[in-house]
């Protein structure tokens, strides 16, 4: 299987959801990562600190796959913080 990590944001916001992520404001973050140079250092910008603007990550009840997120963050060649990071901001929710 070879590596997405020159896939583009909108097949890895696919894939968060696939996992069981919902995202609210999502229009609003995909206009912002398109807009970004590099959208992965803006998703971790919006993971982070995204709430004060509405803009939030989270489990959708029971369903989230917390191993399918780490391999879809690994394979869009996330570092392992990063995924840190988007895994507690997810859990806070």
Same mark, same amino acid.
Do not use: C
């Given at each position: 299987?070879?590596?997405?990590?020159?896939?583009?944001?909108?097949?890895?916001?696919?894939?968060?959801?696939?996992?069981?992520?919902?995202?609210?404001? /999502?229009?609003?973050? =995909?206009?912002? +990562? #398109?807009?970004? %140079?590099?959208?992965?250092?803006?998703?971790?910008?919006?993971? $982070?600190?995204?709430?004060?603007?509405?803009?939030?990550?989270?489990?959708?009840?029971?369903?989230?796959? /917390?191993?399918?997120? =780490?391999?879809? +963050? #690994?394979?869009? %060649?996330?570092?392992?913080?990063?995924?840190?990071?988007?895994? $507690?901001?997810?859990?806070?929710?």
């Amino acid at each position: 299987m070879g590596s997405l990590s020159h896939e583009s944001f909108e097949e890895f916001l696919d894939l968060l959801k696939a996992a069981g992520i919902s995202i609210t404001r /999502e229009n609003e973050l =995909r206009e912002r +990562l #398109a807009e970004a %140079q590099v959208w992965r250092y803006a998703f971790m910008t919006l993971a $982070a600190n995204g709430r004060s603007i509405g803009i939030r990550f989270q489990g959708e009840d029971e369903s989230v796959d /917390e191993e399918q997120i =780490r391999r879809t +963050l #690994a394979a869009f %060649q996330f570092p392992e913080s990063s995924q840190q990071v988007f895994t $507690a901001s997810i859990q806070t929710h």
